[in-house]
């Protein structure tokens, strides 16, 4: 068992300034707390609330010692909010060792009794932090109800960190990746090996998307998808031949993952996300490609990073015709999803009623149809495997720039590919006020009662 506390951007940068300072300094760390059915725990930061000065009796660079003002009306808010509350203080100096000393050990053993019973979670938790050159370090613990070790710190915002605690082992294979670490650097290659990604998807592009995260170094997948193989997909999906016509998707995506290196492992599901079982599946993911078609899957990912801080690259391809049946523009779409950005649906990337068609039976589709009450569902659209392609390198280019921040800043969060023109357009769109992508609304971990905020077909 191990955690992962999962942030916002703005909550590492507040945990960032604590630990560059030049004295101790302490909060407390708000988190909404889920054990997943393998056992990880995951932590969902929520606020993060400083010491006041009036609270603090002894401030050094070496010391810290404070009144019970200090963390008091924090634990309040946390029983009010439903939460869980972490004791956090700092190691100052340049790569300080972020390890509890003695002293902290002891603080940690007061304080544990006494935040499980303020919180009424029968839970604490603590952090050290400190940083090198600037960037943050950790360590940390869960005990109480739940005890683990806290290993990952994982933050979700224009820019994605992974970063693991200190002193975990870390380091990628020098060898087979030497050409990425000459580009991206060893720090980046083991954040990638890390990884545990999502596919939603196992077609034409969840398939090329899939092949390139395995050579770029992802060694564990979650491959979603309701279908088997038909002879037209042999001609776009990865790893499929004639044989494979009539295997689950997934499947065929797996084993073909799993030939091509060594240590990858596979967690299949041939079912759709518009089941609650499956769609939960992606709690566990770090990140998740959307490479499906329909607006429903869309209406539910879309929901994801907003409520679980789990960012989503969404992809499609859209080769419209005129009405004399040729091709009228070739256009891809990349649309990356994470706190602070807009979601598909400030976007207006979701067709609402052909979401709703999509979940309906046949039987009630068609004679909604014949009514007019209900939009035709579209048939077979047209896919070309250079097209599903080219959007699947764009959409894993976009993880890469995310983790390494090679890019311009502000970093555009949608990319249009207008591939009959070849042109490559991006923009930046903000969640619109009040829609649960709105930072203010704060959904994270709010939806024990109806999971991702919407209804789910029992």
Known sequence: MSATLRLTGPLHDGLVVMATSPIETGAVLLAHQL???????????????????????????????????????ALKTARDRGMIALWVHSHPGDRAIPRPSTHDRRVNEQLEPLFGDRTETEQYGYLVVSHD?????????????????????????????????????TGADRALFDRNIRAFGDGIQSTISGLTVAIVGAGGTGSATAEQLTRLGVRSFILIDPDTLSDSNTTRVYGSTPADVGRPKVDVLGDYLERIAHGVHTTRIQGSILTEAVARTLIGADVVFGCTDDNAGRLRLSRLPYYYLT?????????????????SGVFGRVTTLHPGAACLACRDRIDFALAEAETRSAEEQQRLEKEGYAPALPGVEPAVV?????????????LLERLVG?????????????????????????????????????RIGTDADMFLGLNWAS
């Open 386 to 398: 250079t097209f599903t392609t080219l959007v699947a390198a764009t959409a894993v280019s976009e």
């Open 35 to 73: 054990t997943l059915d393998d056992g990880t725990v995951i932590l969902f930061g929520d606020d993060l609330i400083a010491v006041p000065d009036d609270a603090y009796e002894i401030r050094t660079d070496r010391a810290l010692q404070i009144t019970s003002d200090g963390y008091i009306h």
């Open 311 to 327: 960012p989503v690259i969404d992809c499609g391809v859209q080769i419209p015709s005129d009405q004399d049946g040729l091709i």
């Open 133 to 169: 050159a600037g960037a943050l370090t950790f360590t940390g613990e869960l005990s109480g109800q739940v005890t683990t070790s806290i290993t990952r710190i994982a933050v979700s915002w224009q820019r994605w960190i992974f970063r693991p605690a200190y002193d975990a082992p």
């Open 406 to 442: 090679y890019g311009d800043t502000p970093t555009p969060s949608e990319l249009i590919l207008y591939i009959h023109d070849r042109t490559l357009r991006g923009n930046i769109e903000d969640p619109h006020t009040g829609h649960y992508c709105d930072p203010a609304t704060r």
